[in-house]
Each structure stands twice: as C-alpha cells, then as structure tokens.
C-alpha cells in the first residue's frame, strides 16, 4: 500500500452548539487546527505516482484558504449543525475530492489537528 500525504495549518474560529458544551466550547473562540490528507492506494498510476503531489498540495492549499479565519458555524457546510473538529475532517475531504481527480488512490484520510490537544480523522473510500 502507498500513501501521500500533505498538511496545512491555519486558525478559525467556532462555537459549540450542543448541550452543556463545556467552558469557553459555546462561546466563539479561536482554534489552530493543522489539516493532514492522506491518500493510500495498492497501486501506482501512470508515471509511478498514487496521485500527482503538486495537484494534493493545491487542493489542500485552496480548502484551507476557504476555512482560514472564518467562523466554522457561518459555513453552509456547517448549517444547522455542530461544527466539531470530526465535521471539520469530513467536510475538508468533501471539499478536497471535488477540486482533485485522485488518480491511482482508493482512499483517503484527513485528519484534523485541533491546539496540538486531540487530533481526530474521517476516512472514505475512493472507488
């Protein structure tokens, strides 16, 4: 199995929207959050590469430009719903596969760094 990854680090900002949320989680505050894609795939595609490092890396570049410091709960991806950092993961990969084509990759991982404190991961499949 290959696998390519690239992570990106930015801020924005977020107020939790459950029950009881915990000091400071409801009210808007800040989070450093660092954004690792992983692509894994059993083969290689054309030219010996899982997926074309280069396309990863702006993809990556253009989601987090989309996220850099704007309140998560303001998103339409975040409508109506909790902006946790496990819906932040999801949400990037959503973001991430309609901007690339993933060549010979069969999944991916994204995993979301929250404060250097607790990391979480959504992972799919590809084909």
Known sequence: MYAV????S???QHFLTVPDPGPREGELHSHHFTVEA???GPDLAT???LV???A???AV???VDGLCDETLNDL???EGRNPSAERLARVFGDRLVRRLEPDAATELEVSVREDDVATVAHTRALQ
Do not use: C, L, Q
């Open 5 to 8: 990854a690239v992570s990106r």
């Open 56 to 58: 990863v890396i702006e």
């Open 10 to 12: 930015f801020v924005a």
């Open 52 to 54: 074309d490092i280069d």
């Open 38 to 40: 992983t692509f894994r």
């Open 61 to 63: 570049e253009a989601v």
């Open 47 to 49: 030219y010996g590469y």
């Open 76 to 78: 339409p991806a975040f």
